[in-house]
């Protein structure tokens, strides 16, 4: 055992020296990009996807000269969606030289958003994260640009209407929720609404984890008796619902589920596409594989003589990734295109991202106008249906009740 | 200390308890204080100070664990839920009524404190996994009351951004400012908890682990000891969530949910019960752990596979890498970190004549 001792000290200081050798010197031209993951947390359907379409968007941009002359190099960091390790993550991008960061998760990105303004590097918090944040003047260096929570709440009422026969007076709508603060969020403004179409509210909270809801749903079909329901669900949460629903009889056409509870891996956990027929799901970035960025990727990997990888199949999720490292991209070509000797910093890309304008990526990407007061670029999002075993597009980009956002933004500003 | 102690012989009590057990530890003491205080901050880059300040706020909360698992033997899952009311406390003081940050510190101490002591009467009366349950359950309310009451949360987000603390003129933000902010109260805790356990307090709790029919017998008032033990242990725990707080800029409710709590519990088994020194092992041993192991395979995984399949697989080898290398430990030395490194100082202690 002694000895035993002894070989782990030296063992240590061994990795310790290892450790003191690494120090990647990056390149002259190399532009980096850091990007927290969640490939093995509670999300990890989520990221175990999203992430490898961000890389193959980069390296698709590689293959083709870089961005104004200069490659990238984006920097992938797990954190398992914990904080101290997004802390970490954070530093460790900055270290490289990071211009611009794609946050990952909600409470990591509250947590580096003091420090983001600070040292003045853009971080984006797609589809989740605070909405207040579309705010540019409060949050000067935090870009959602995409649909936040409330946006998606206004979205998926404005959907409701129209399927409702365009008067929602008197109908019942229902929202599941799950009961954390991200769940909570679009609350405030679906309460406004209520009062504004005159409809009848009434919530319904899923504890964490979410695979417990049986009650609230048999609430929801037989007591309640919705007319509709938004459904607003994380992780393994969403597919049980669509299950329950199938269980107590209520029409999955009557249930219009927010971004995070919209993918393919979502439908094949409920059981597959055939079970989940007729369900409505909201979508931040373009639904399927016929894009032409796809093809382009696809025709990358044929060069190589690889296969396609098999995360493109899961095409809700990849496209998110291709959105998210697309919108960096763009943000960063603005800055160059501002700043000719290409010595680009944060505070450039920030002024970058601002300037994004009709970046649509044939369609992937909504035509979104990101503006220095507005982070969120429109808050756009698109309804597809589970249909005939497939996602099928119902609604093109569109945005509701901008009003009432603006509204939430300037009171959550004022506070 | 890592001093030979060959040949020194305790003639009184005093020398016994001393914390300093012979003249040149206090020079040992002194040059640790230097490369913390000095070399550390002034040589390394920004991102391992990051690191280190981690670290610090994991030492001060398992600290404070174990002074309730380690040393009085209470088991409690709700270290993470302590943390969270600390951090609330102060963040609504400093948003509020714009108090400095060391009243909020203390208040959220405090604070930490009392709804510690309330949560840790159960122990009165059950032990062991019972109480481990009632304090899970502690957690839970905790959780579920803040997450909730919008009055202690600041609205539904349950996120109250705090401003920097400051110093005079001088506004702590960038991680250097933060690792002396943070180093300073990681030196209190220390000293603070070397004290404690050496101490009538220490003893009492030490007795209560050891067998607290017992302890009662001696006239140990064990109503009033189990108490001050949460009490003191969630002192520590509300002080790290401010401290935690302070270093995020944020206090957000989802950094105190209850996989929180079992990793300061990991941390104190893994770094040894019952021991200071185990807790500030334990604390780095799982914070660093995960950040050594993937930084070596940054380094070492692009020689063997494509870059795609690395990206994949070093988050998940990872994991498992974590969980191997805690099981490995445990059964190479059950009793933790600390136990190995006093066997090490004991082999060298006699070194070069081993028997």
Known sequence: MRHFGIGLLAALVAVMGALGALSPAAAQQEIVIGLQCDRTGPTQIVGTVLCPGFHDYIALVNSKGGVEGHKLRALEIDHEYKVPPAVESYERHKKEGAVTMAIYGTPQIYALAAKLTEDKIPGTSPGFGSAAAADGIRYPYIFPIAATYWSQGTAAVDFVKKQLGGSLKGKKIAFIFYDNPAGREPIEVLEDLAVIEGFQFKM???????????????????????????????????????????????????????????????????????????????????????????????EMYKKEGKPAPKEMASTVYYNRGVLIAALHVEAIRNALKAKKDGKITGADVKAGFEKISNFTLGGLVPPLKVTPTDHEGGGLVQIWQVKGGKFEKVTDWYSAYTDVVAKHIKQAASK | MIHRECGVLKTTYEADMGLYPLPIAKWTVGIIAGLFFAVIPLTLHEYYLSIANLVWIA??????????????????IGHGAFMSVGAYTA??????????????????????????????????????????????????????????????????????????????????????????????FV????????????????????????????????????????????????????????????????ANYEQFQIGVSIDYLAMIIIGGLGSVLGSIFGAIFVTLLPIVIRLSMEAFGGMFLPQQVVLNLIPNLRLMMFGALIVFFLIVEPDGLNRLWRNIRSYFRIWPFAY
Not at chain 2, 157 to 183: H, K, N, T
Not at chain 2, 205 to 225: L, N
């Open chain 1, 204 to 298: 319904f909270a899923v504890p964490p984890p979410g695979v417990e809801m049986g009650a609230q749903i048999l609430d929801i079909a037989q007591r309640f008796r919705a007319d509709f329901v938004i459904g607003h669900l994380f992780g393994g949460a969403p597919a049980v619902s669509i299950k329950e629903f199938k269980r107590v009889g209520y029409p999955l056409k009557k249930v219009v589920s927010f971004v995070w509870g919209s993918a393919e891996a979502n439908i094949d956990a409920a059981g597959g596409f055939a079970v989940a027929e007729g369900y409505y799901t909201m979508q931040f970035a373009g639904v399927g594989s016929d894009y032409p960025v796809l093809n382009e990727i696809r």
């Open chain 2, 59 to 76: 030492v001060i909360g398992a600290l404070g664990l174990n002074i309730l698992v380690g040393y009085t033997g209470q088991v409690s």
């Open chain 2, 91 to 184: 963040a609504n003081l400093a948003t509020r009524l714009d108090s400095p940050w060391p009243v909020n510190l203390l208040a959220g101490g405090l604070m930490a404190a009392a709804v510690g002591a309330v949560v840790g009467i159960p122990s009165l009366r059950i032990k062991g996994l019972y109480l481990a349950i009632a304090t899970l359950a502690g957690q839970l309310i905790i959780e579920w009351t803040i997450n909730h009451v919008t009055f202690i949360s600041g609205g539904v987000q349950a996120s109250i951004e705090v401003p920097r603390p400051r110093l005079g003129s001088m506004v702590l933000s960038s991680q250097r400012d933060m690792y002396y902010f943070l180093l300073v």
């Open chain 2, 187 to 250: 030196v209190l805790a220390i000293v603070g908890t070397m004290n404690l356990v050496r101490s009538r307090v220490g003893r009492a709790f030490i007795a209560i682990r050891d067998q607290d029919i017992a302890a009662e017998i001696i006239g140990i008032d064990i109503f009033r000891y189990k108490l001050l033990a949460f009490a003191i242990s969630s002192f520590y725990a509300g002080m790290t969530g401010v401290l935690y707080t302070y270093f995020l800029g944020i």
